[in-house]
């Protein structure tokens, strides 16, 4: 199915070590996004990539980097996990077309103990 | 910059009952604006959005929402509702253009839960 795919869907870190969240795209959209979910926070804006190779901070980067690989894909990367990034991480895209209504992935809940 | 406030974290409802969720949002630019409504352990869909034109925005699964300019808000309704409207509703805003165009600004979110 068309749609935005993320990688991990679960994943237990320890503290200090680090992964990549892999997110991949099948709508030729432009944009892609990384979120982080927290209870009673909403979403807040990680990094974004408005278009292939290029990236930007948004609200929330620190402890943080992240790669536009190519237009389909967006990864992020943790590199010393903290407890503080125990989160849910959404993956979107969005596409002029679709006049800025994001596709978003199922979310990666990531744990770090 | 832009921020969405939702006043209401949760929402208690009877099947069948009308139902309001309350937006209000902070720019000092035109804005575009979204709800979109999220079930457990899923992702975010959205329901509707207004752009321009009409105030009221009809969506998908017999919601509605208001654009009040003056009011800075955009309350998401729905006239009579199901139990499987139960989920986590959030509104979101982006500027119609300059430095913040297509990054979504997102509220607290609400929890809508509807009982039988």
């Known amino acids: 199915n068309a749609g935005v795919t993320q990688t991990p869907k679960f994943q237990v870190l320890k503290t200090g070590q680090s992964m990549t969240l892999q997110c991949a795209q099948d709508?030729?959209?432009?944009?892609m996004y990384w979120y982080r979910q927290d209870p009673g926070m909403g979403l807040r804006l990680i990094y974004y990539?408005?278009?292939?190779?290029?990236?930007d901070k948004g609200e929330v980067p620190n402890g943080y980097n992240v790669s536009r690989l190519n237009k389909r894909e967006f990864s992020l990367r943790l590199e010393s996990a903290a407890p503080s990034q125990t989160s849910v991480y959404f993956c979107?895209?969005?596409?002029?077309?679709?006049?800025?209504?994001?596709?978003f992935g199922s979310g990666t809940r990531l744990t770090v103990v | 910059a832009q921020s969405v406030t939702q006043l209401d974290s949760q929402v208690p409802v009877f099947e069948e009952a009308p139902v309001e969720l309350r937006c209000n949002y902070s720019?000092?630019?035109?804005?575009?604006l979204f709800w979109y409504v999220q079930y457990p352990n899923q992702g975010l869909q959205l329901l509707l959005k207004?752009?321009?034109?009409?105030?009221l925005v009809k969506g998908i699964n017999g919601f509605e929402a208001e654009f009040n300019k003056s009011q800075t808000s955009f309350h998401l309704r729905k006239p009579s509702v199901h139990i499987s409207d139960t989920a986590e509703y959030f509104c979101?805003?982006?500027?119609?253009?300059?430095?913040?165009?297509?990054?979504?600004?997102f509220g607290q979110g609400t929890i809508l839960t509807v009982h039988p």
């Open positions: 979107a895209s969005s596409g002029y077309r679709d006049s800025y209504g994001y596709t």
């Open positions: 709508m030729n959209h432009n944009s």
């Open positions: 990539s408005a278009s292939e190779g290029t990236t």
């Open positions: 720019s000092s630019v035109s804005v575009y």
């Open positions: 207004y752009l321009s034109g009409s105030t």
């Open positions: 979101a805003v982006t500027s119609a253009g300059g430095t913040s165009y297509g990054k979504l600004t």
